[in-house]
């Protein structure tokens, strides 16, 4: 992960700070709407994609810090977008997002190597902690 390829914004000091770029995938439009703008409030940079395929198309791929992922969607999964994502040789970071209650559910994602798996509904407090993690940030 680059941090120049981050976007630039002032800190309240005037220091050049850079904001993580963050894709939200989920066929959910509600989270579309909502997890952009609490990422924004967090400190990154958020753009949604209502699919998997969707997001592979954008041309997004390239500039994206940490994936937002949701684990059940019409075509292409979550998990079937982490293997592609893998085949393409990429490392991006994945958090998934799910309303299944299952634990191991999240321990064969994390065992794929994704970051972590919320169940949602989550709190930005979680949602914030763990995208720390996924960015290695302090």
Do not use: Y
Not at 30 to 43: A, T
Not at 82 to 97: A, D, M, V, W, Y
Request: glycine share 6%; proline share 5%.
């Amino acid at each position: 992960m680059s941090l120049s390829n981050w976007p630039m914004e002032r800190s309240q000091d005037s220091v050049m700070v850079k904001r993580a770029n963050i894709a939200v995938v989920d066929d959910d439009e509600s989270v579309r709407e909502s997890l952009p703008p609490l990422l924004d409030v967090l400190g990154f940079t958020a753009r949604a994609f209502r699919s998997a395929e969707e997001f592979l198309a954008s041309g997004f791929l390239p500039e994206t810090d940490c994936l937002i992922l949701d684990v059940a969607m019409r075509g292409m999964s979550g998990p079937q977008l982490q293997t592609e994502l893998k085949r393409l040789g990429s490392g991006i970071p994945i958090i998934f997002i799910t309303a299944q209650s299952d634990a191991s559910l999240r321990q064969r994602l994390v065992g794929k190597g994704a970051v972590d798996c919320l169940l949602k509904p989550f709190s930005d407090t979680s949602l914030l902690a763990t995208l720390k993690d996924a960015l290695h940030l302090s």
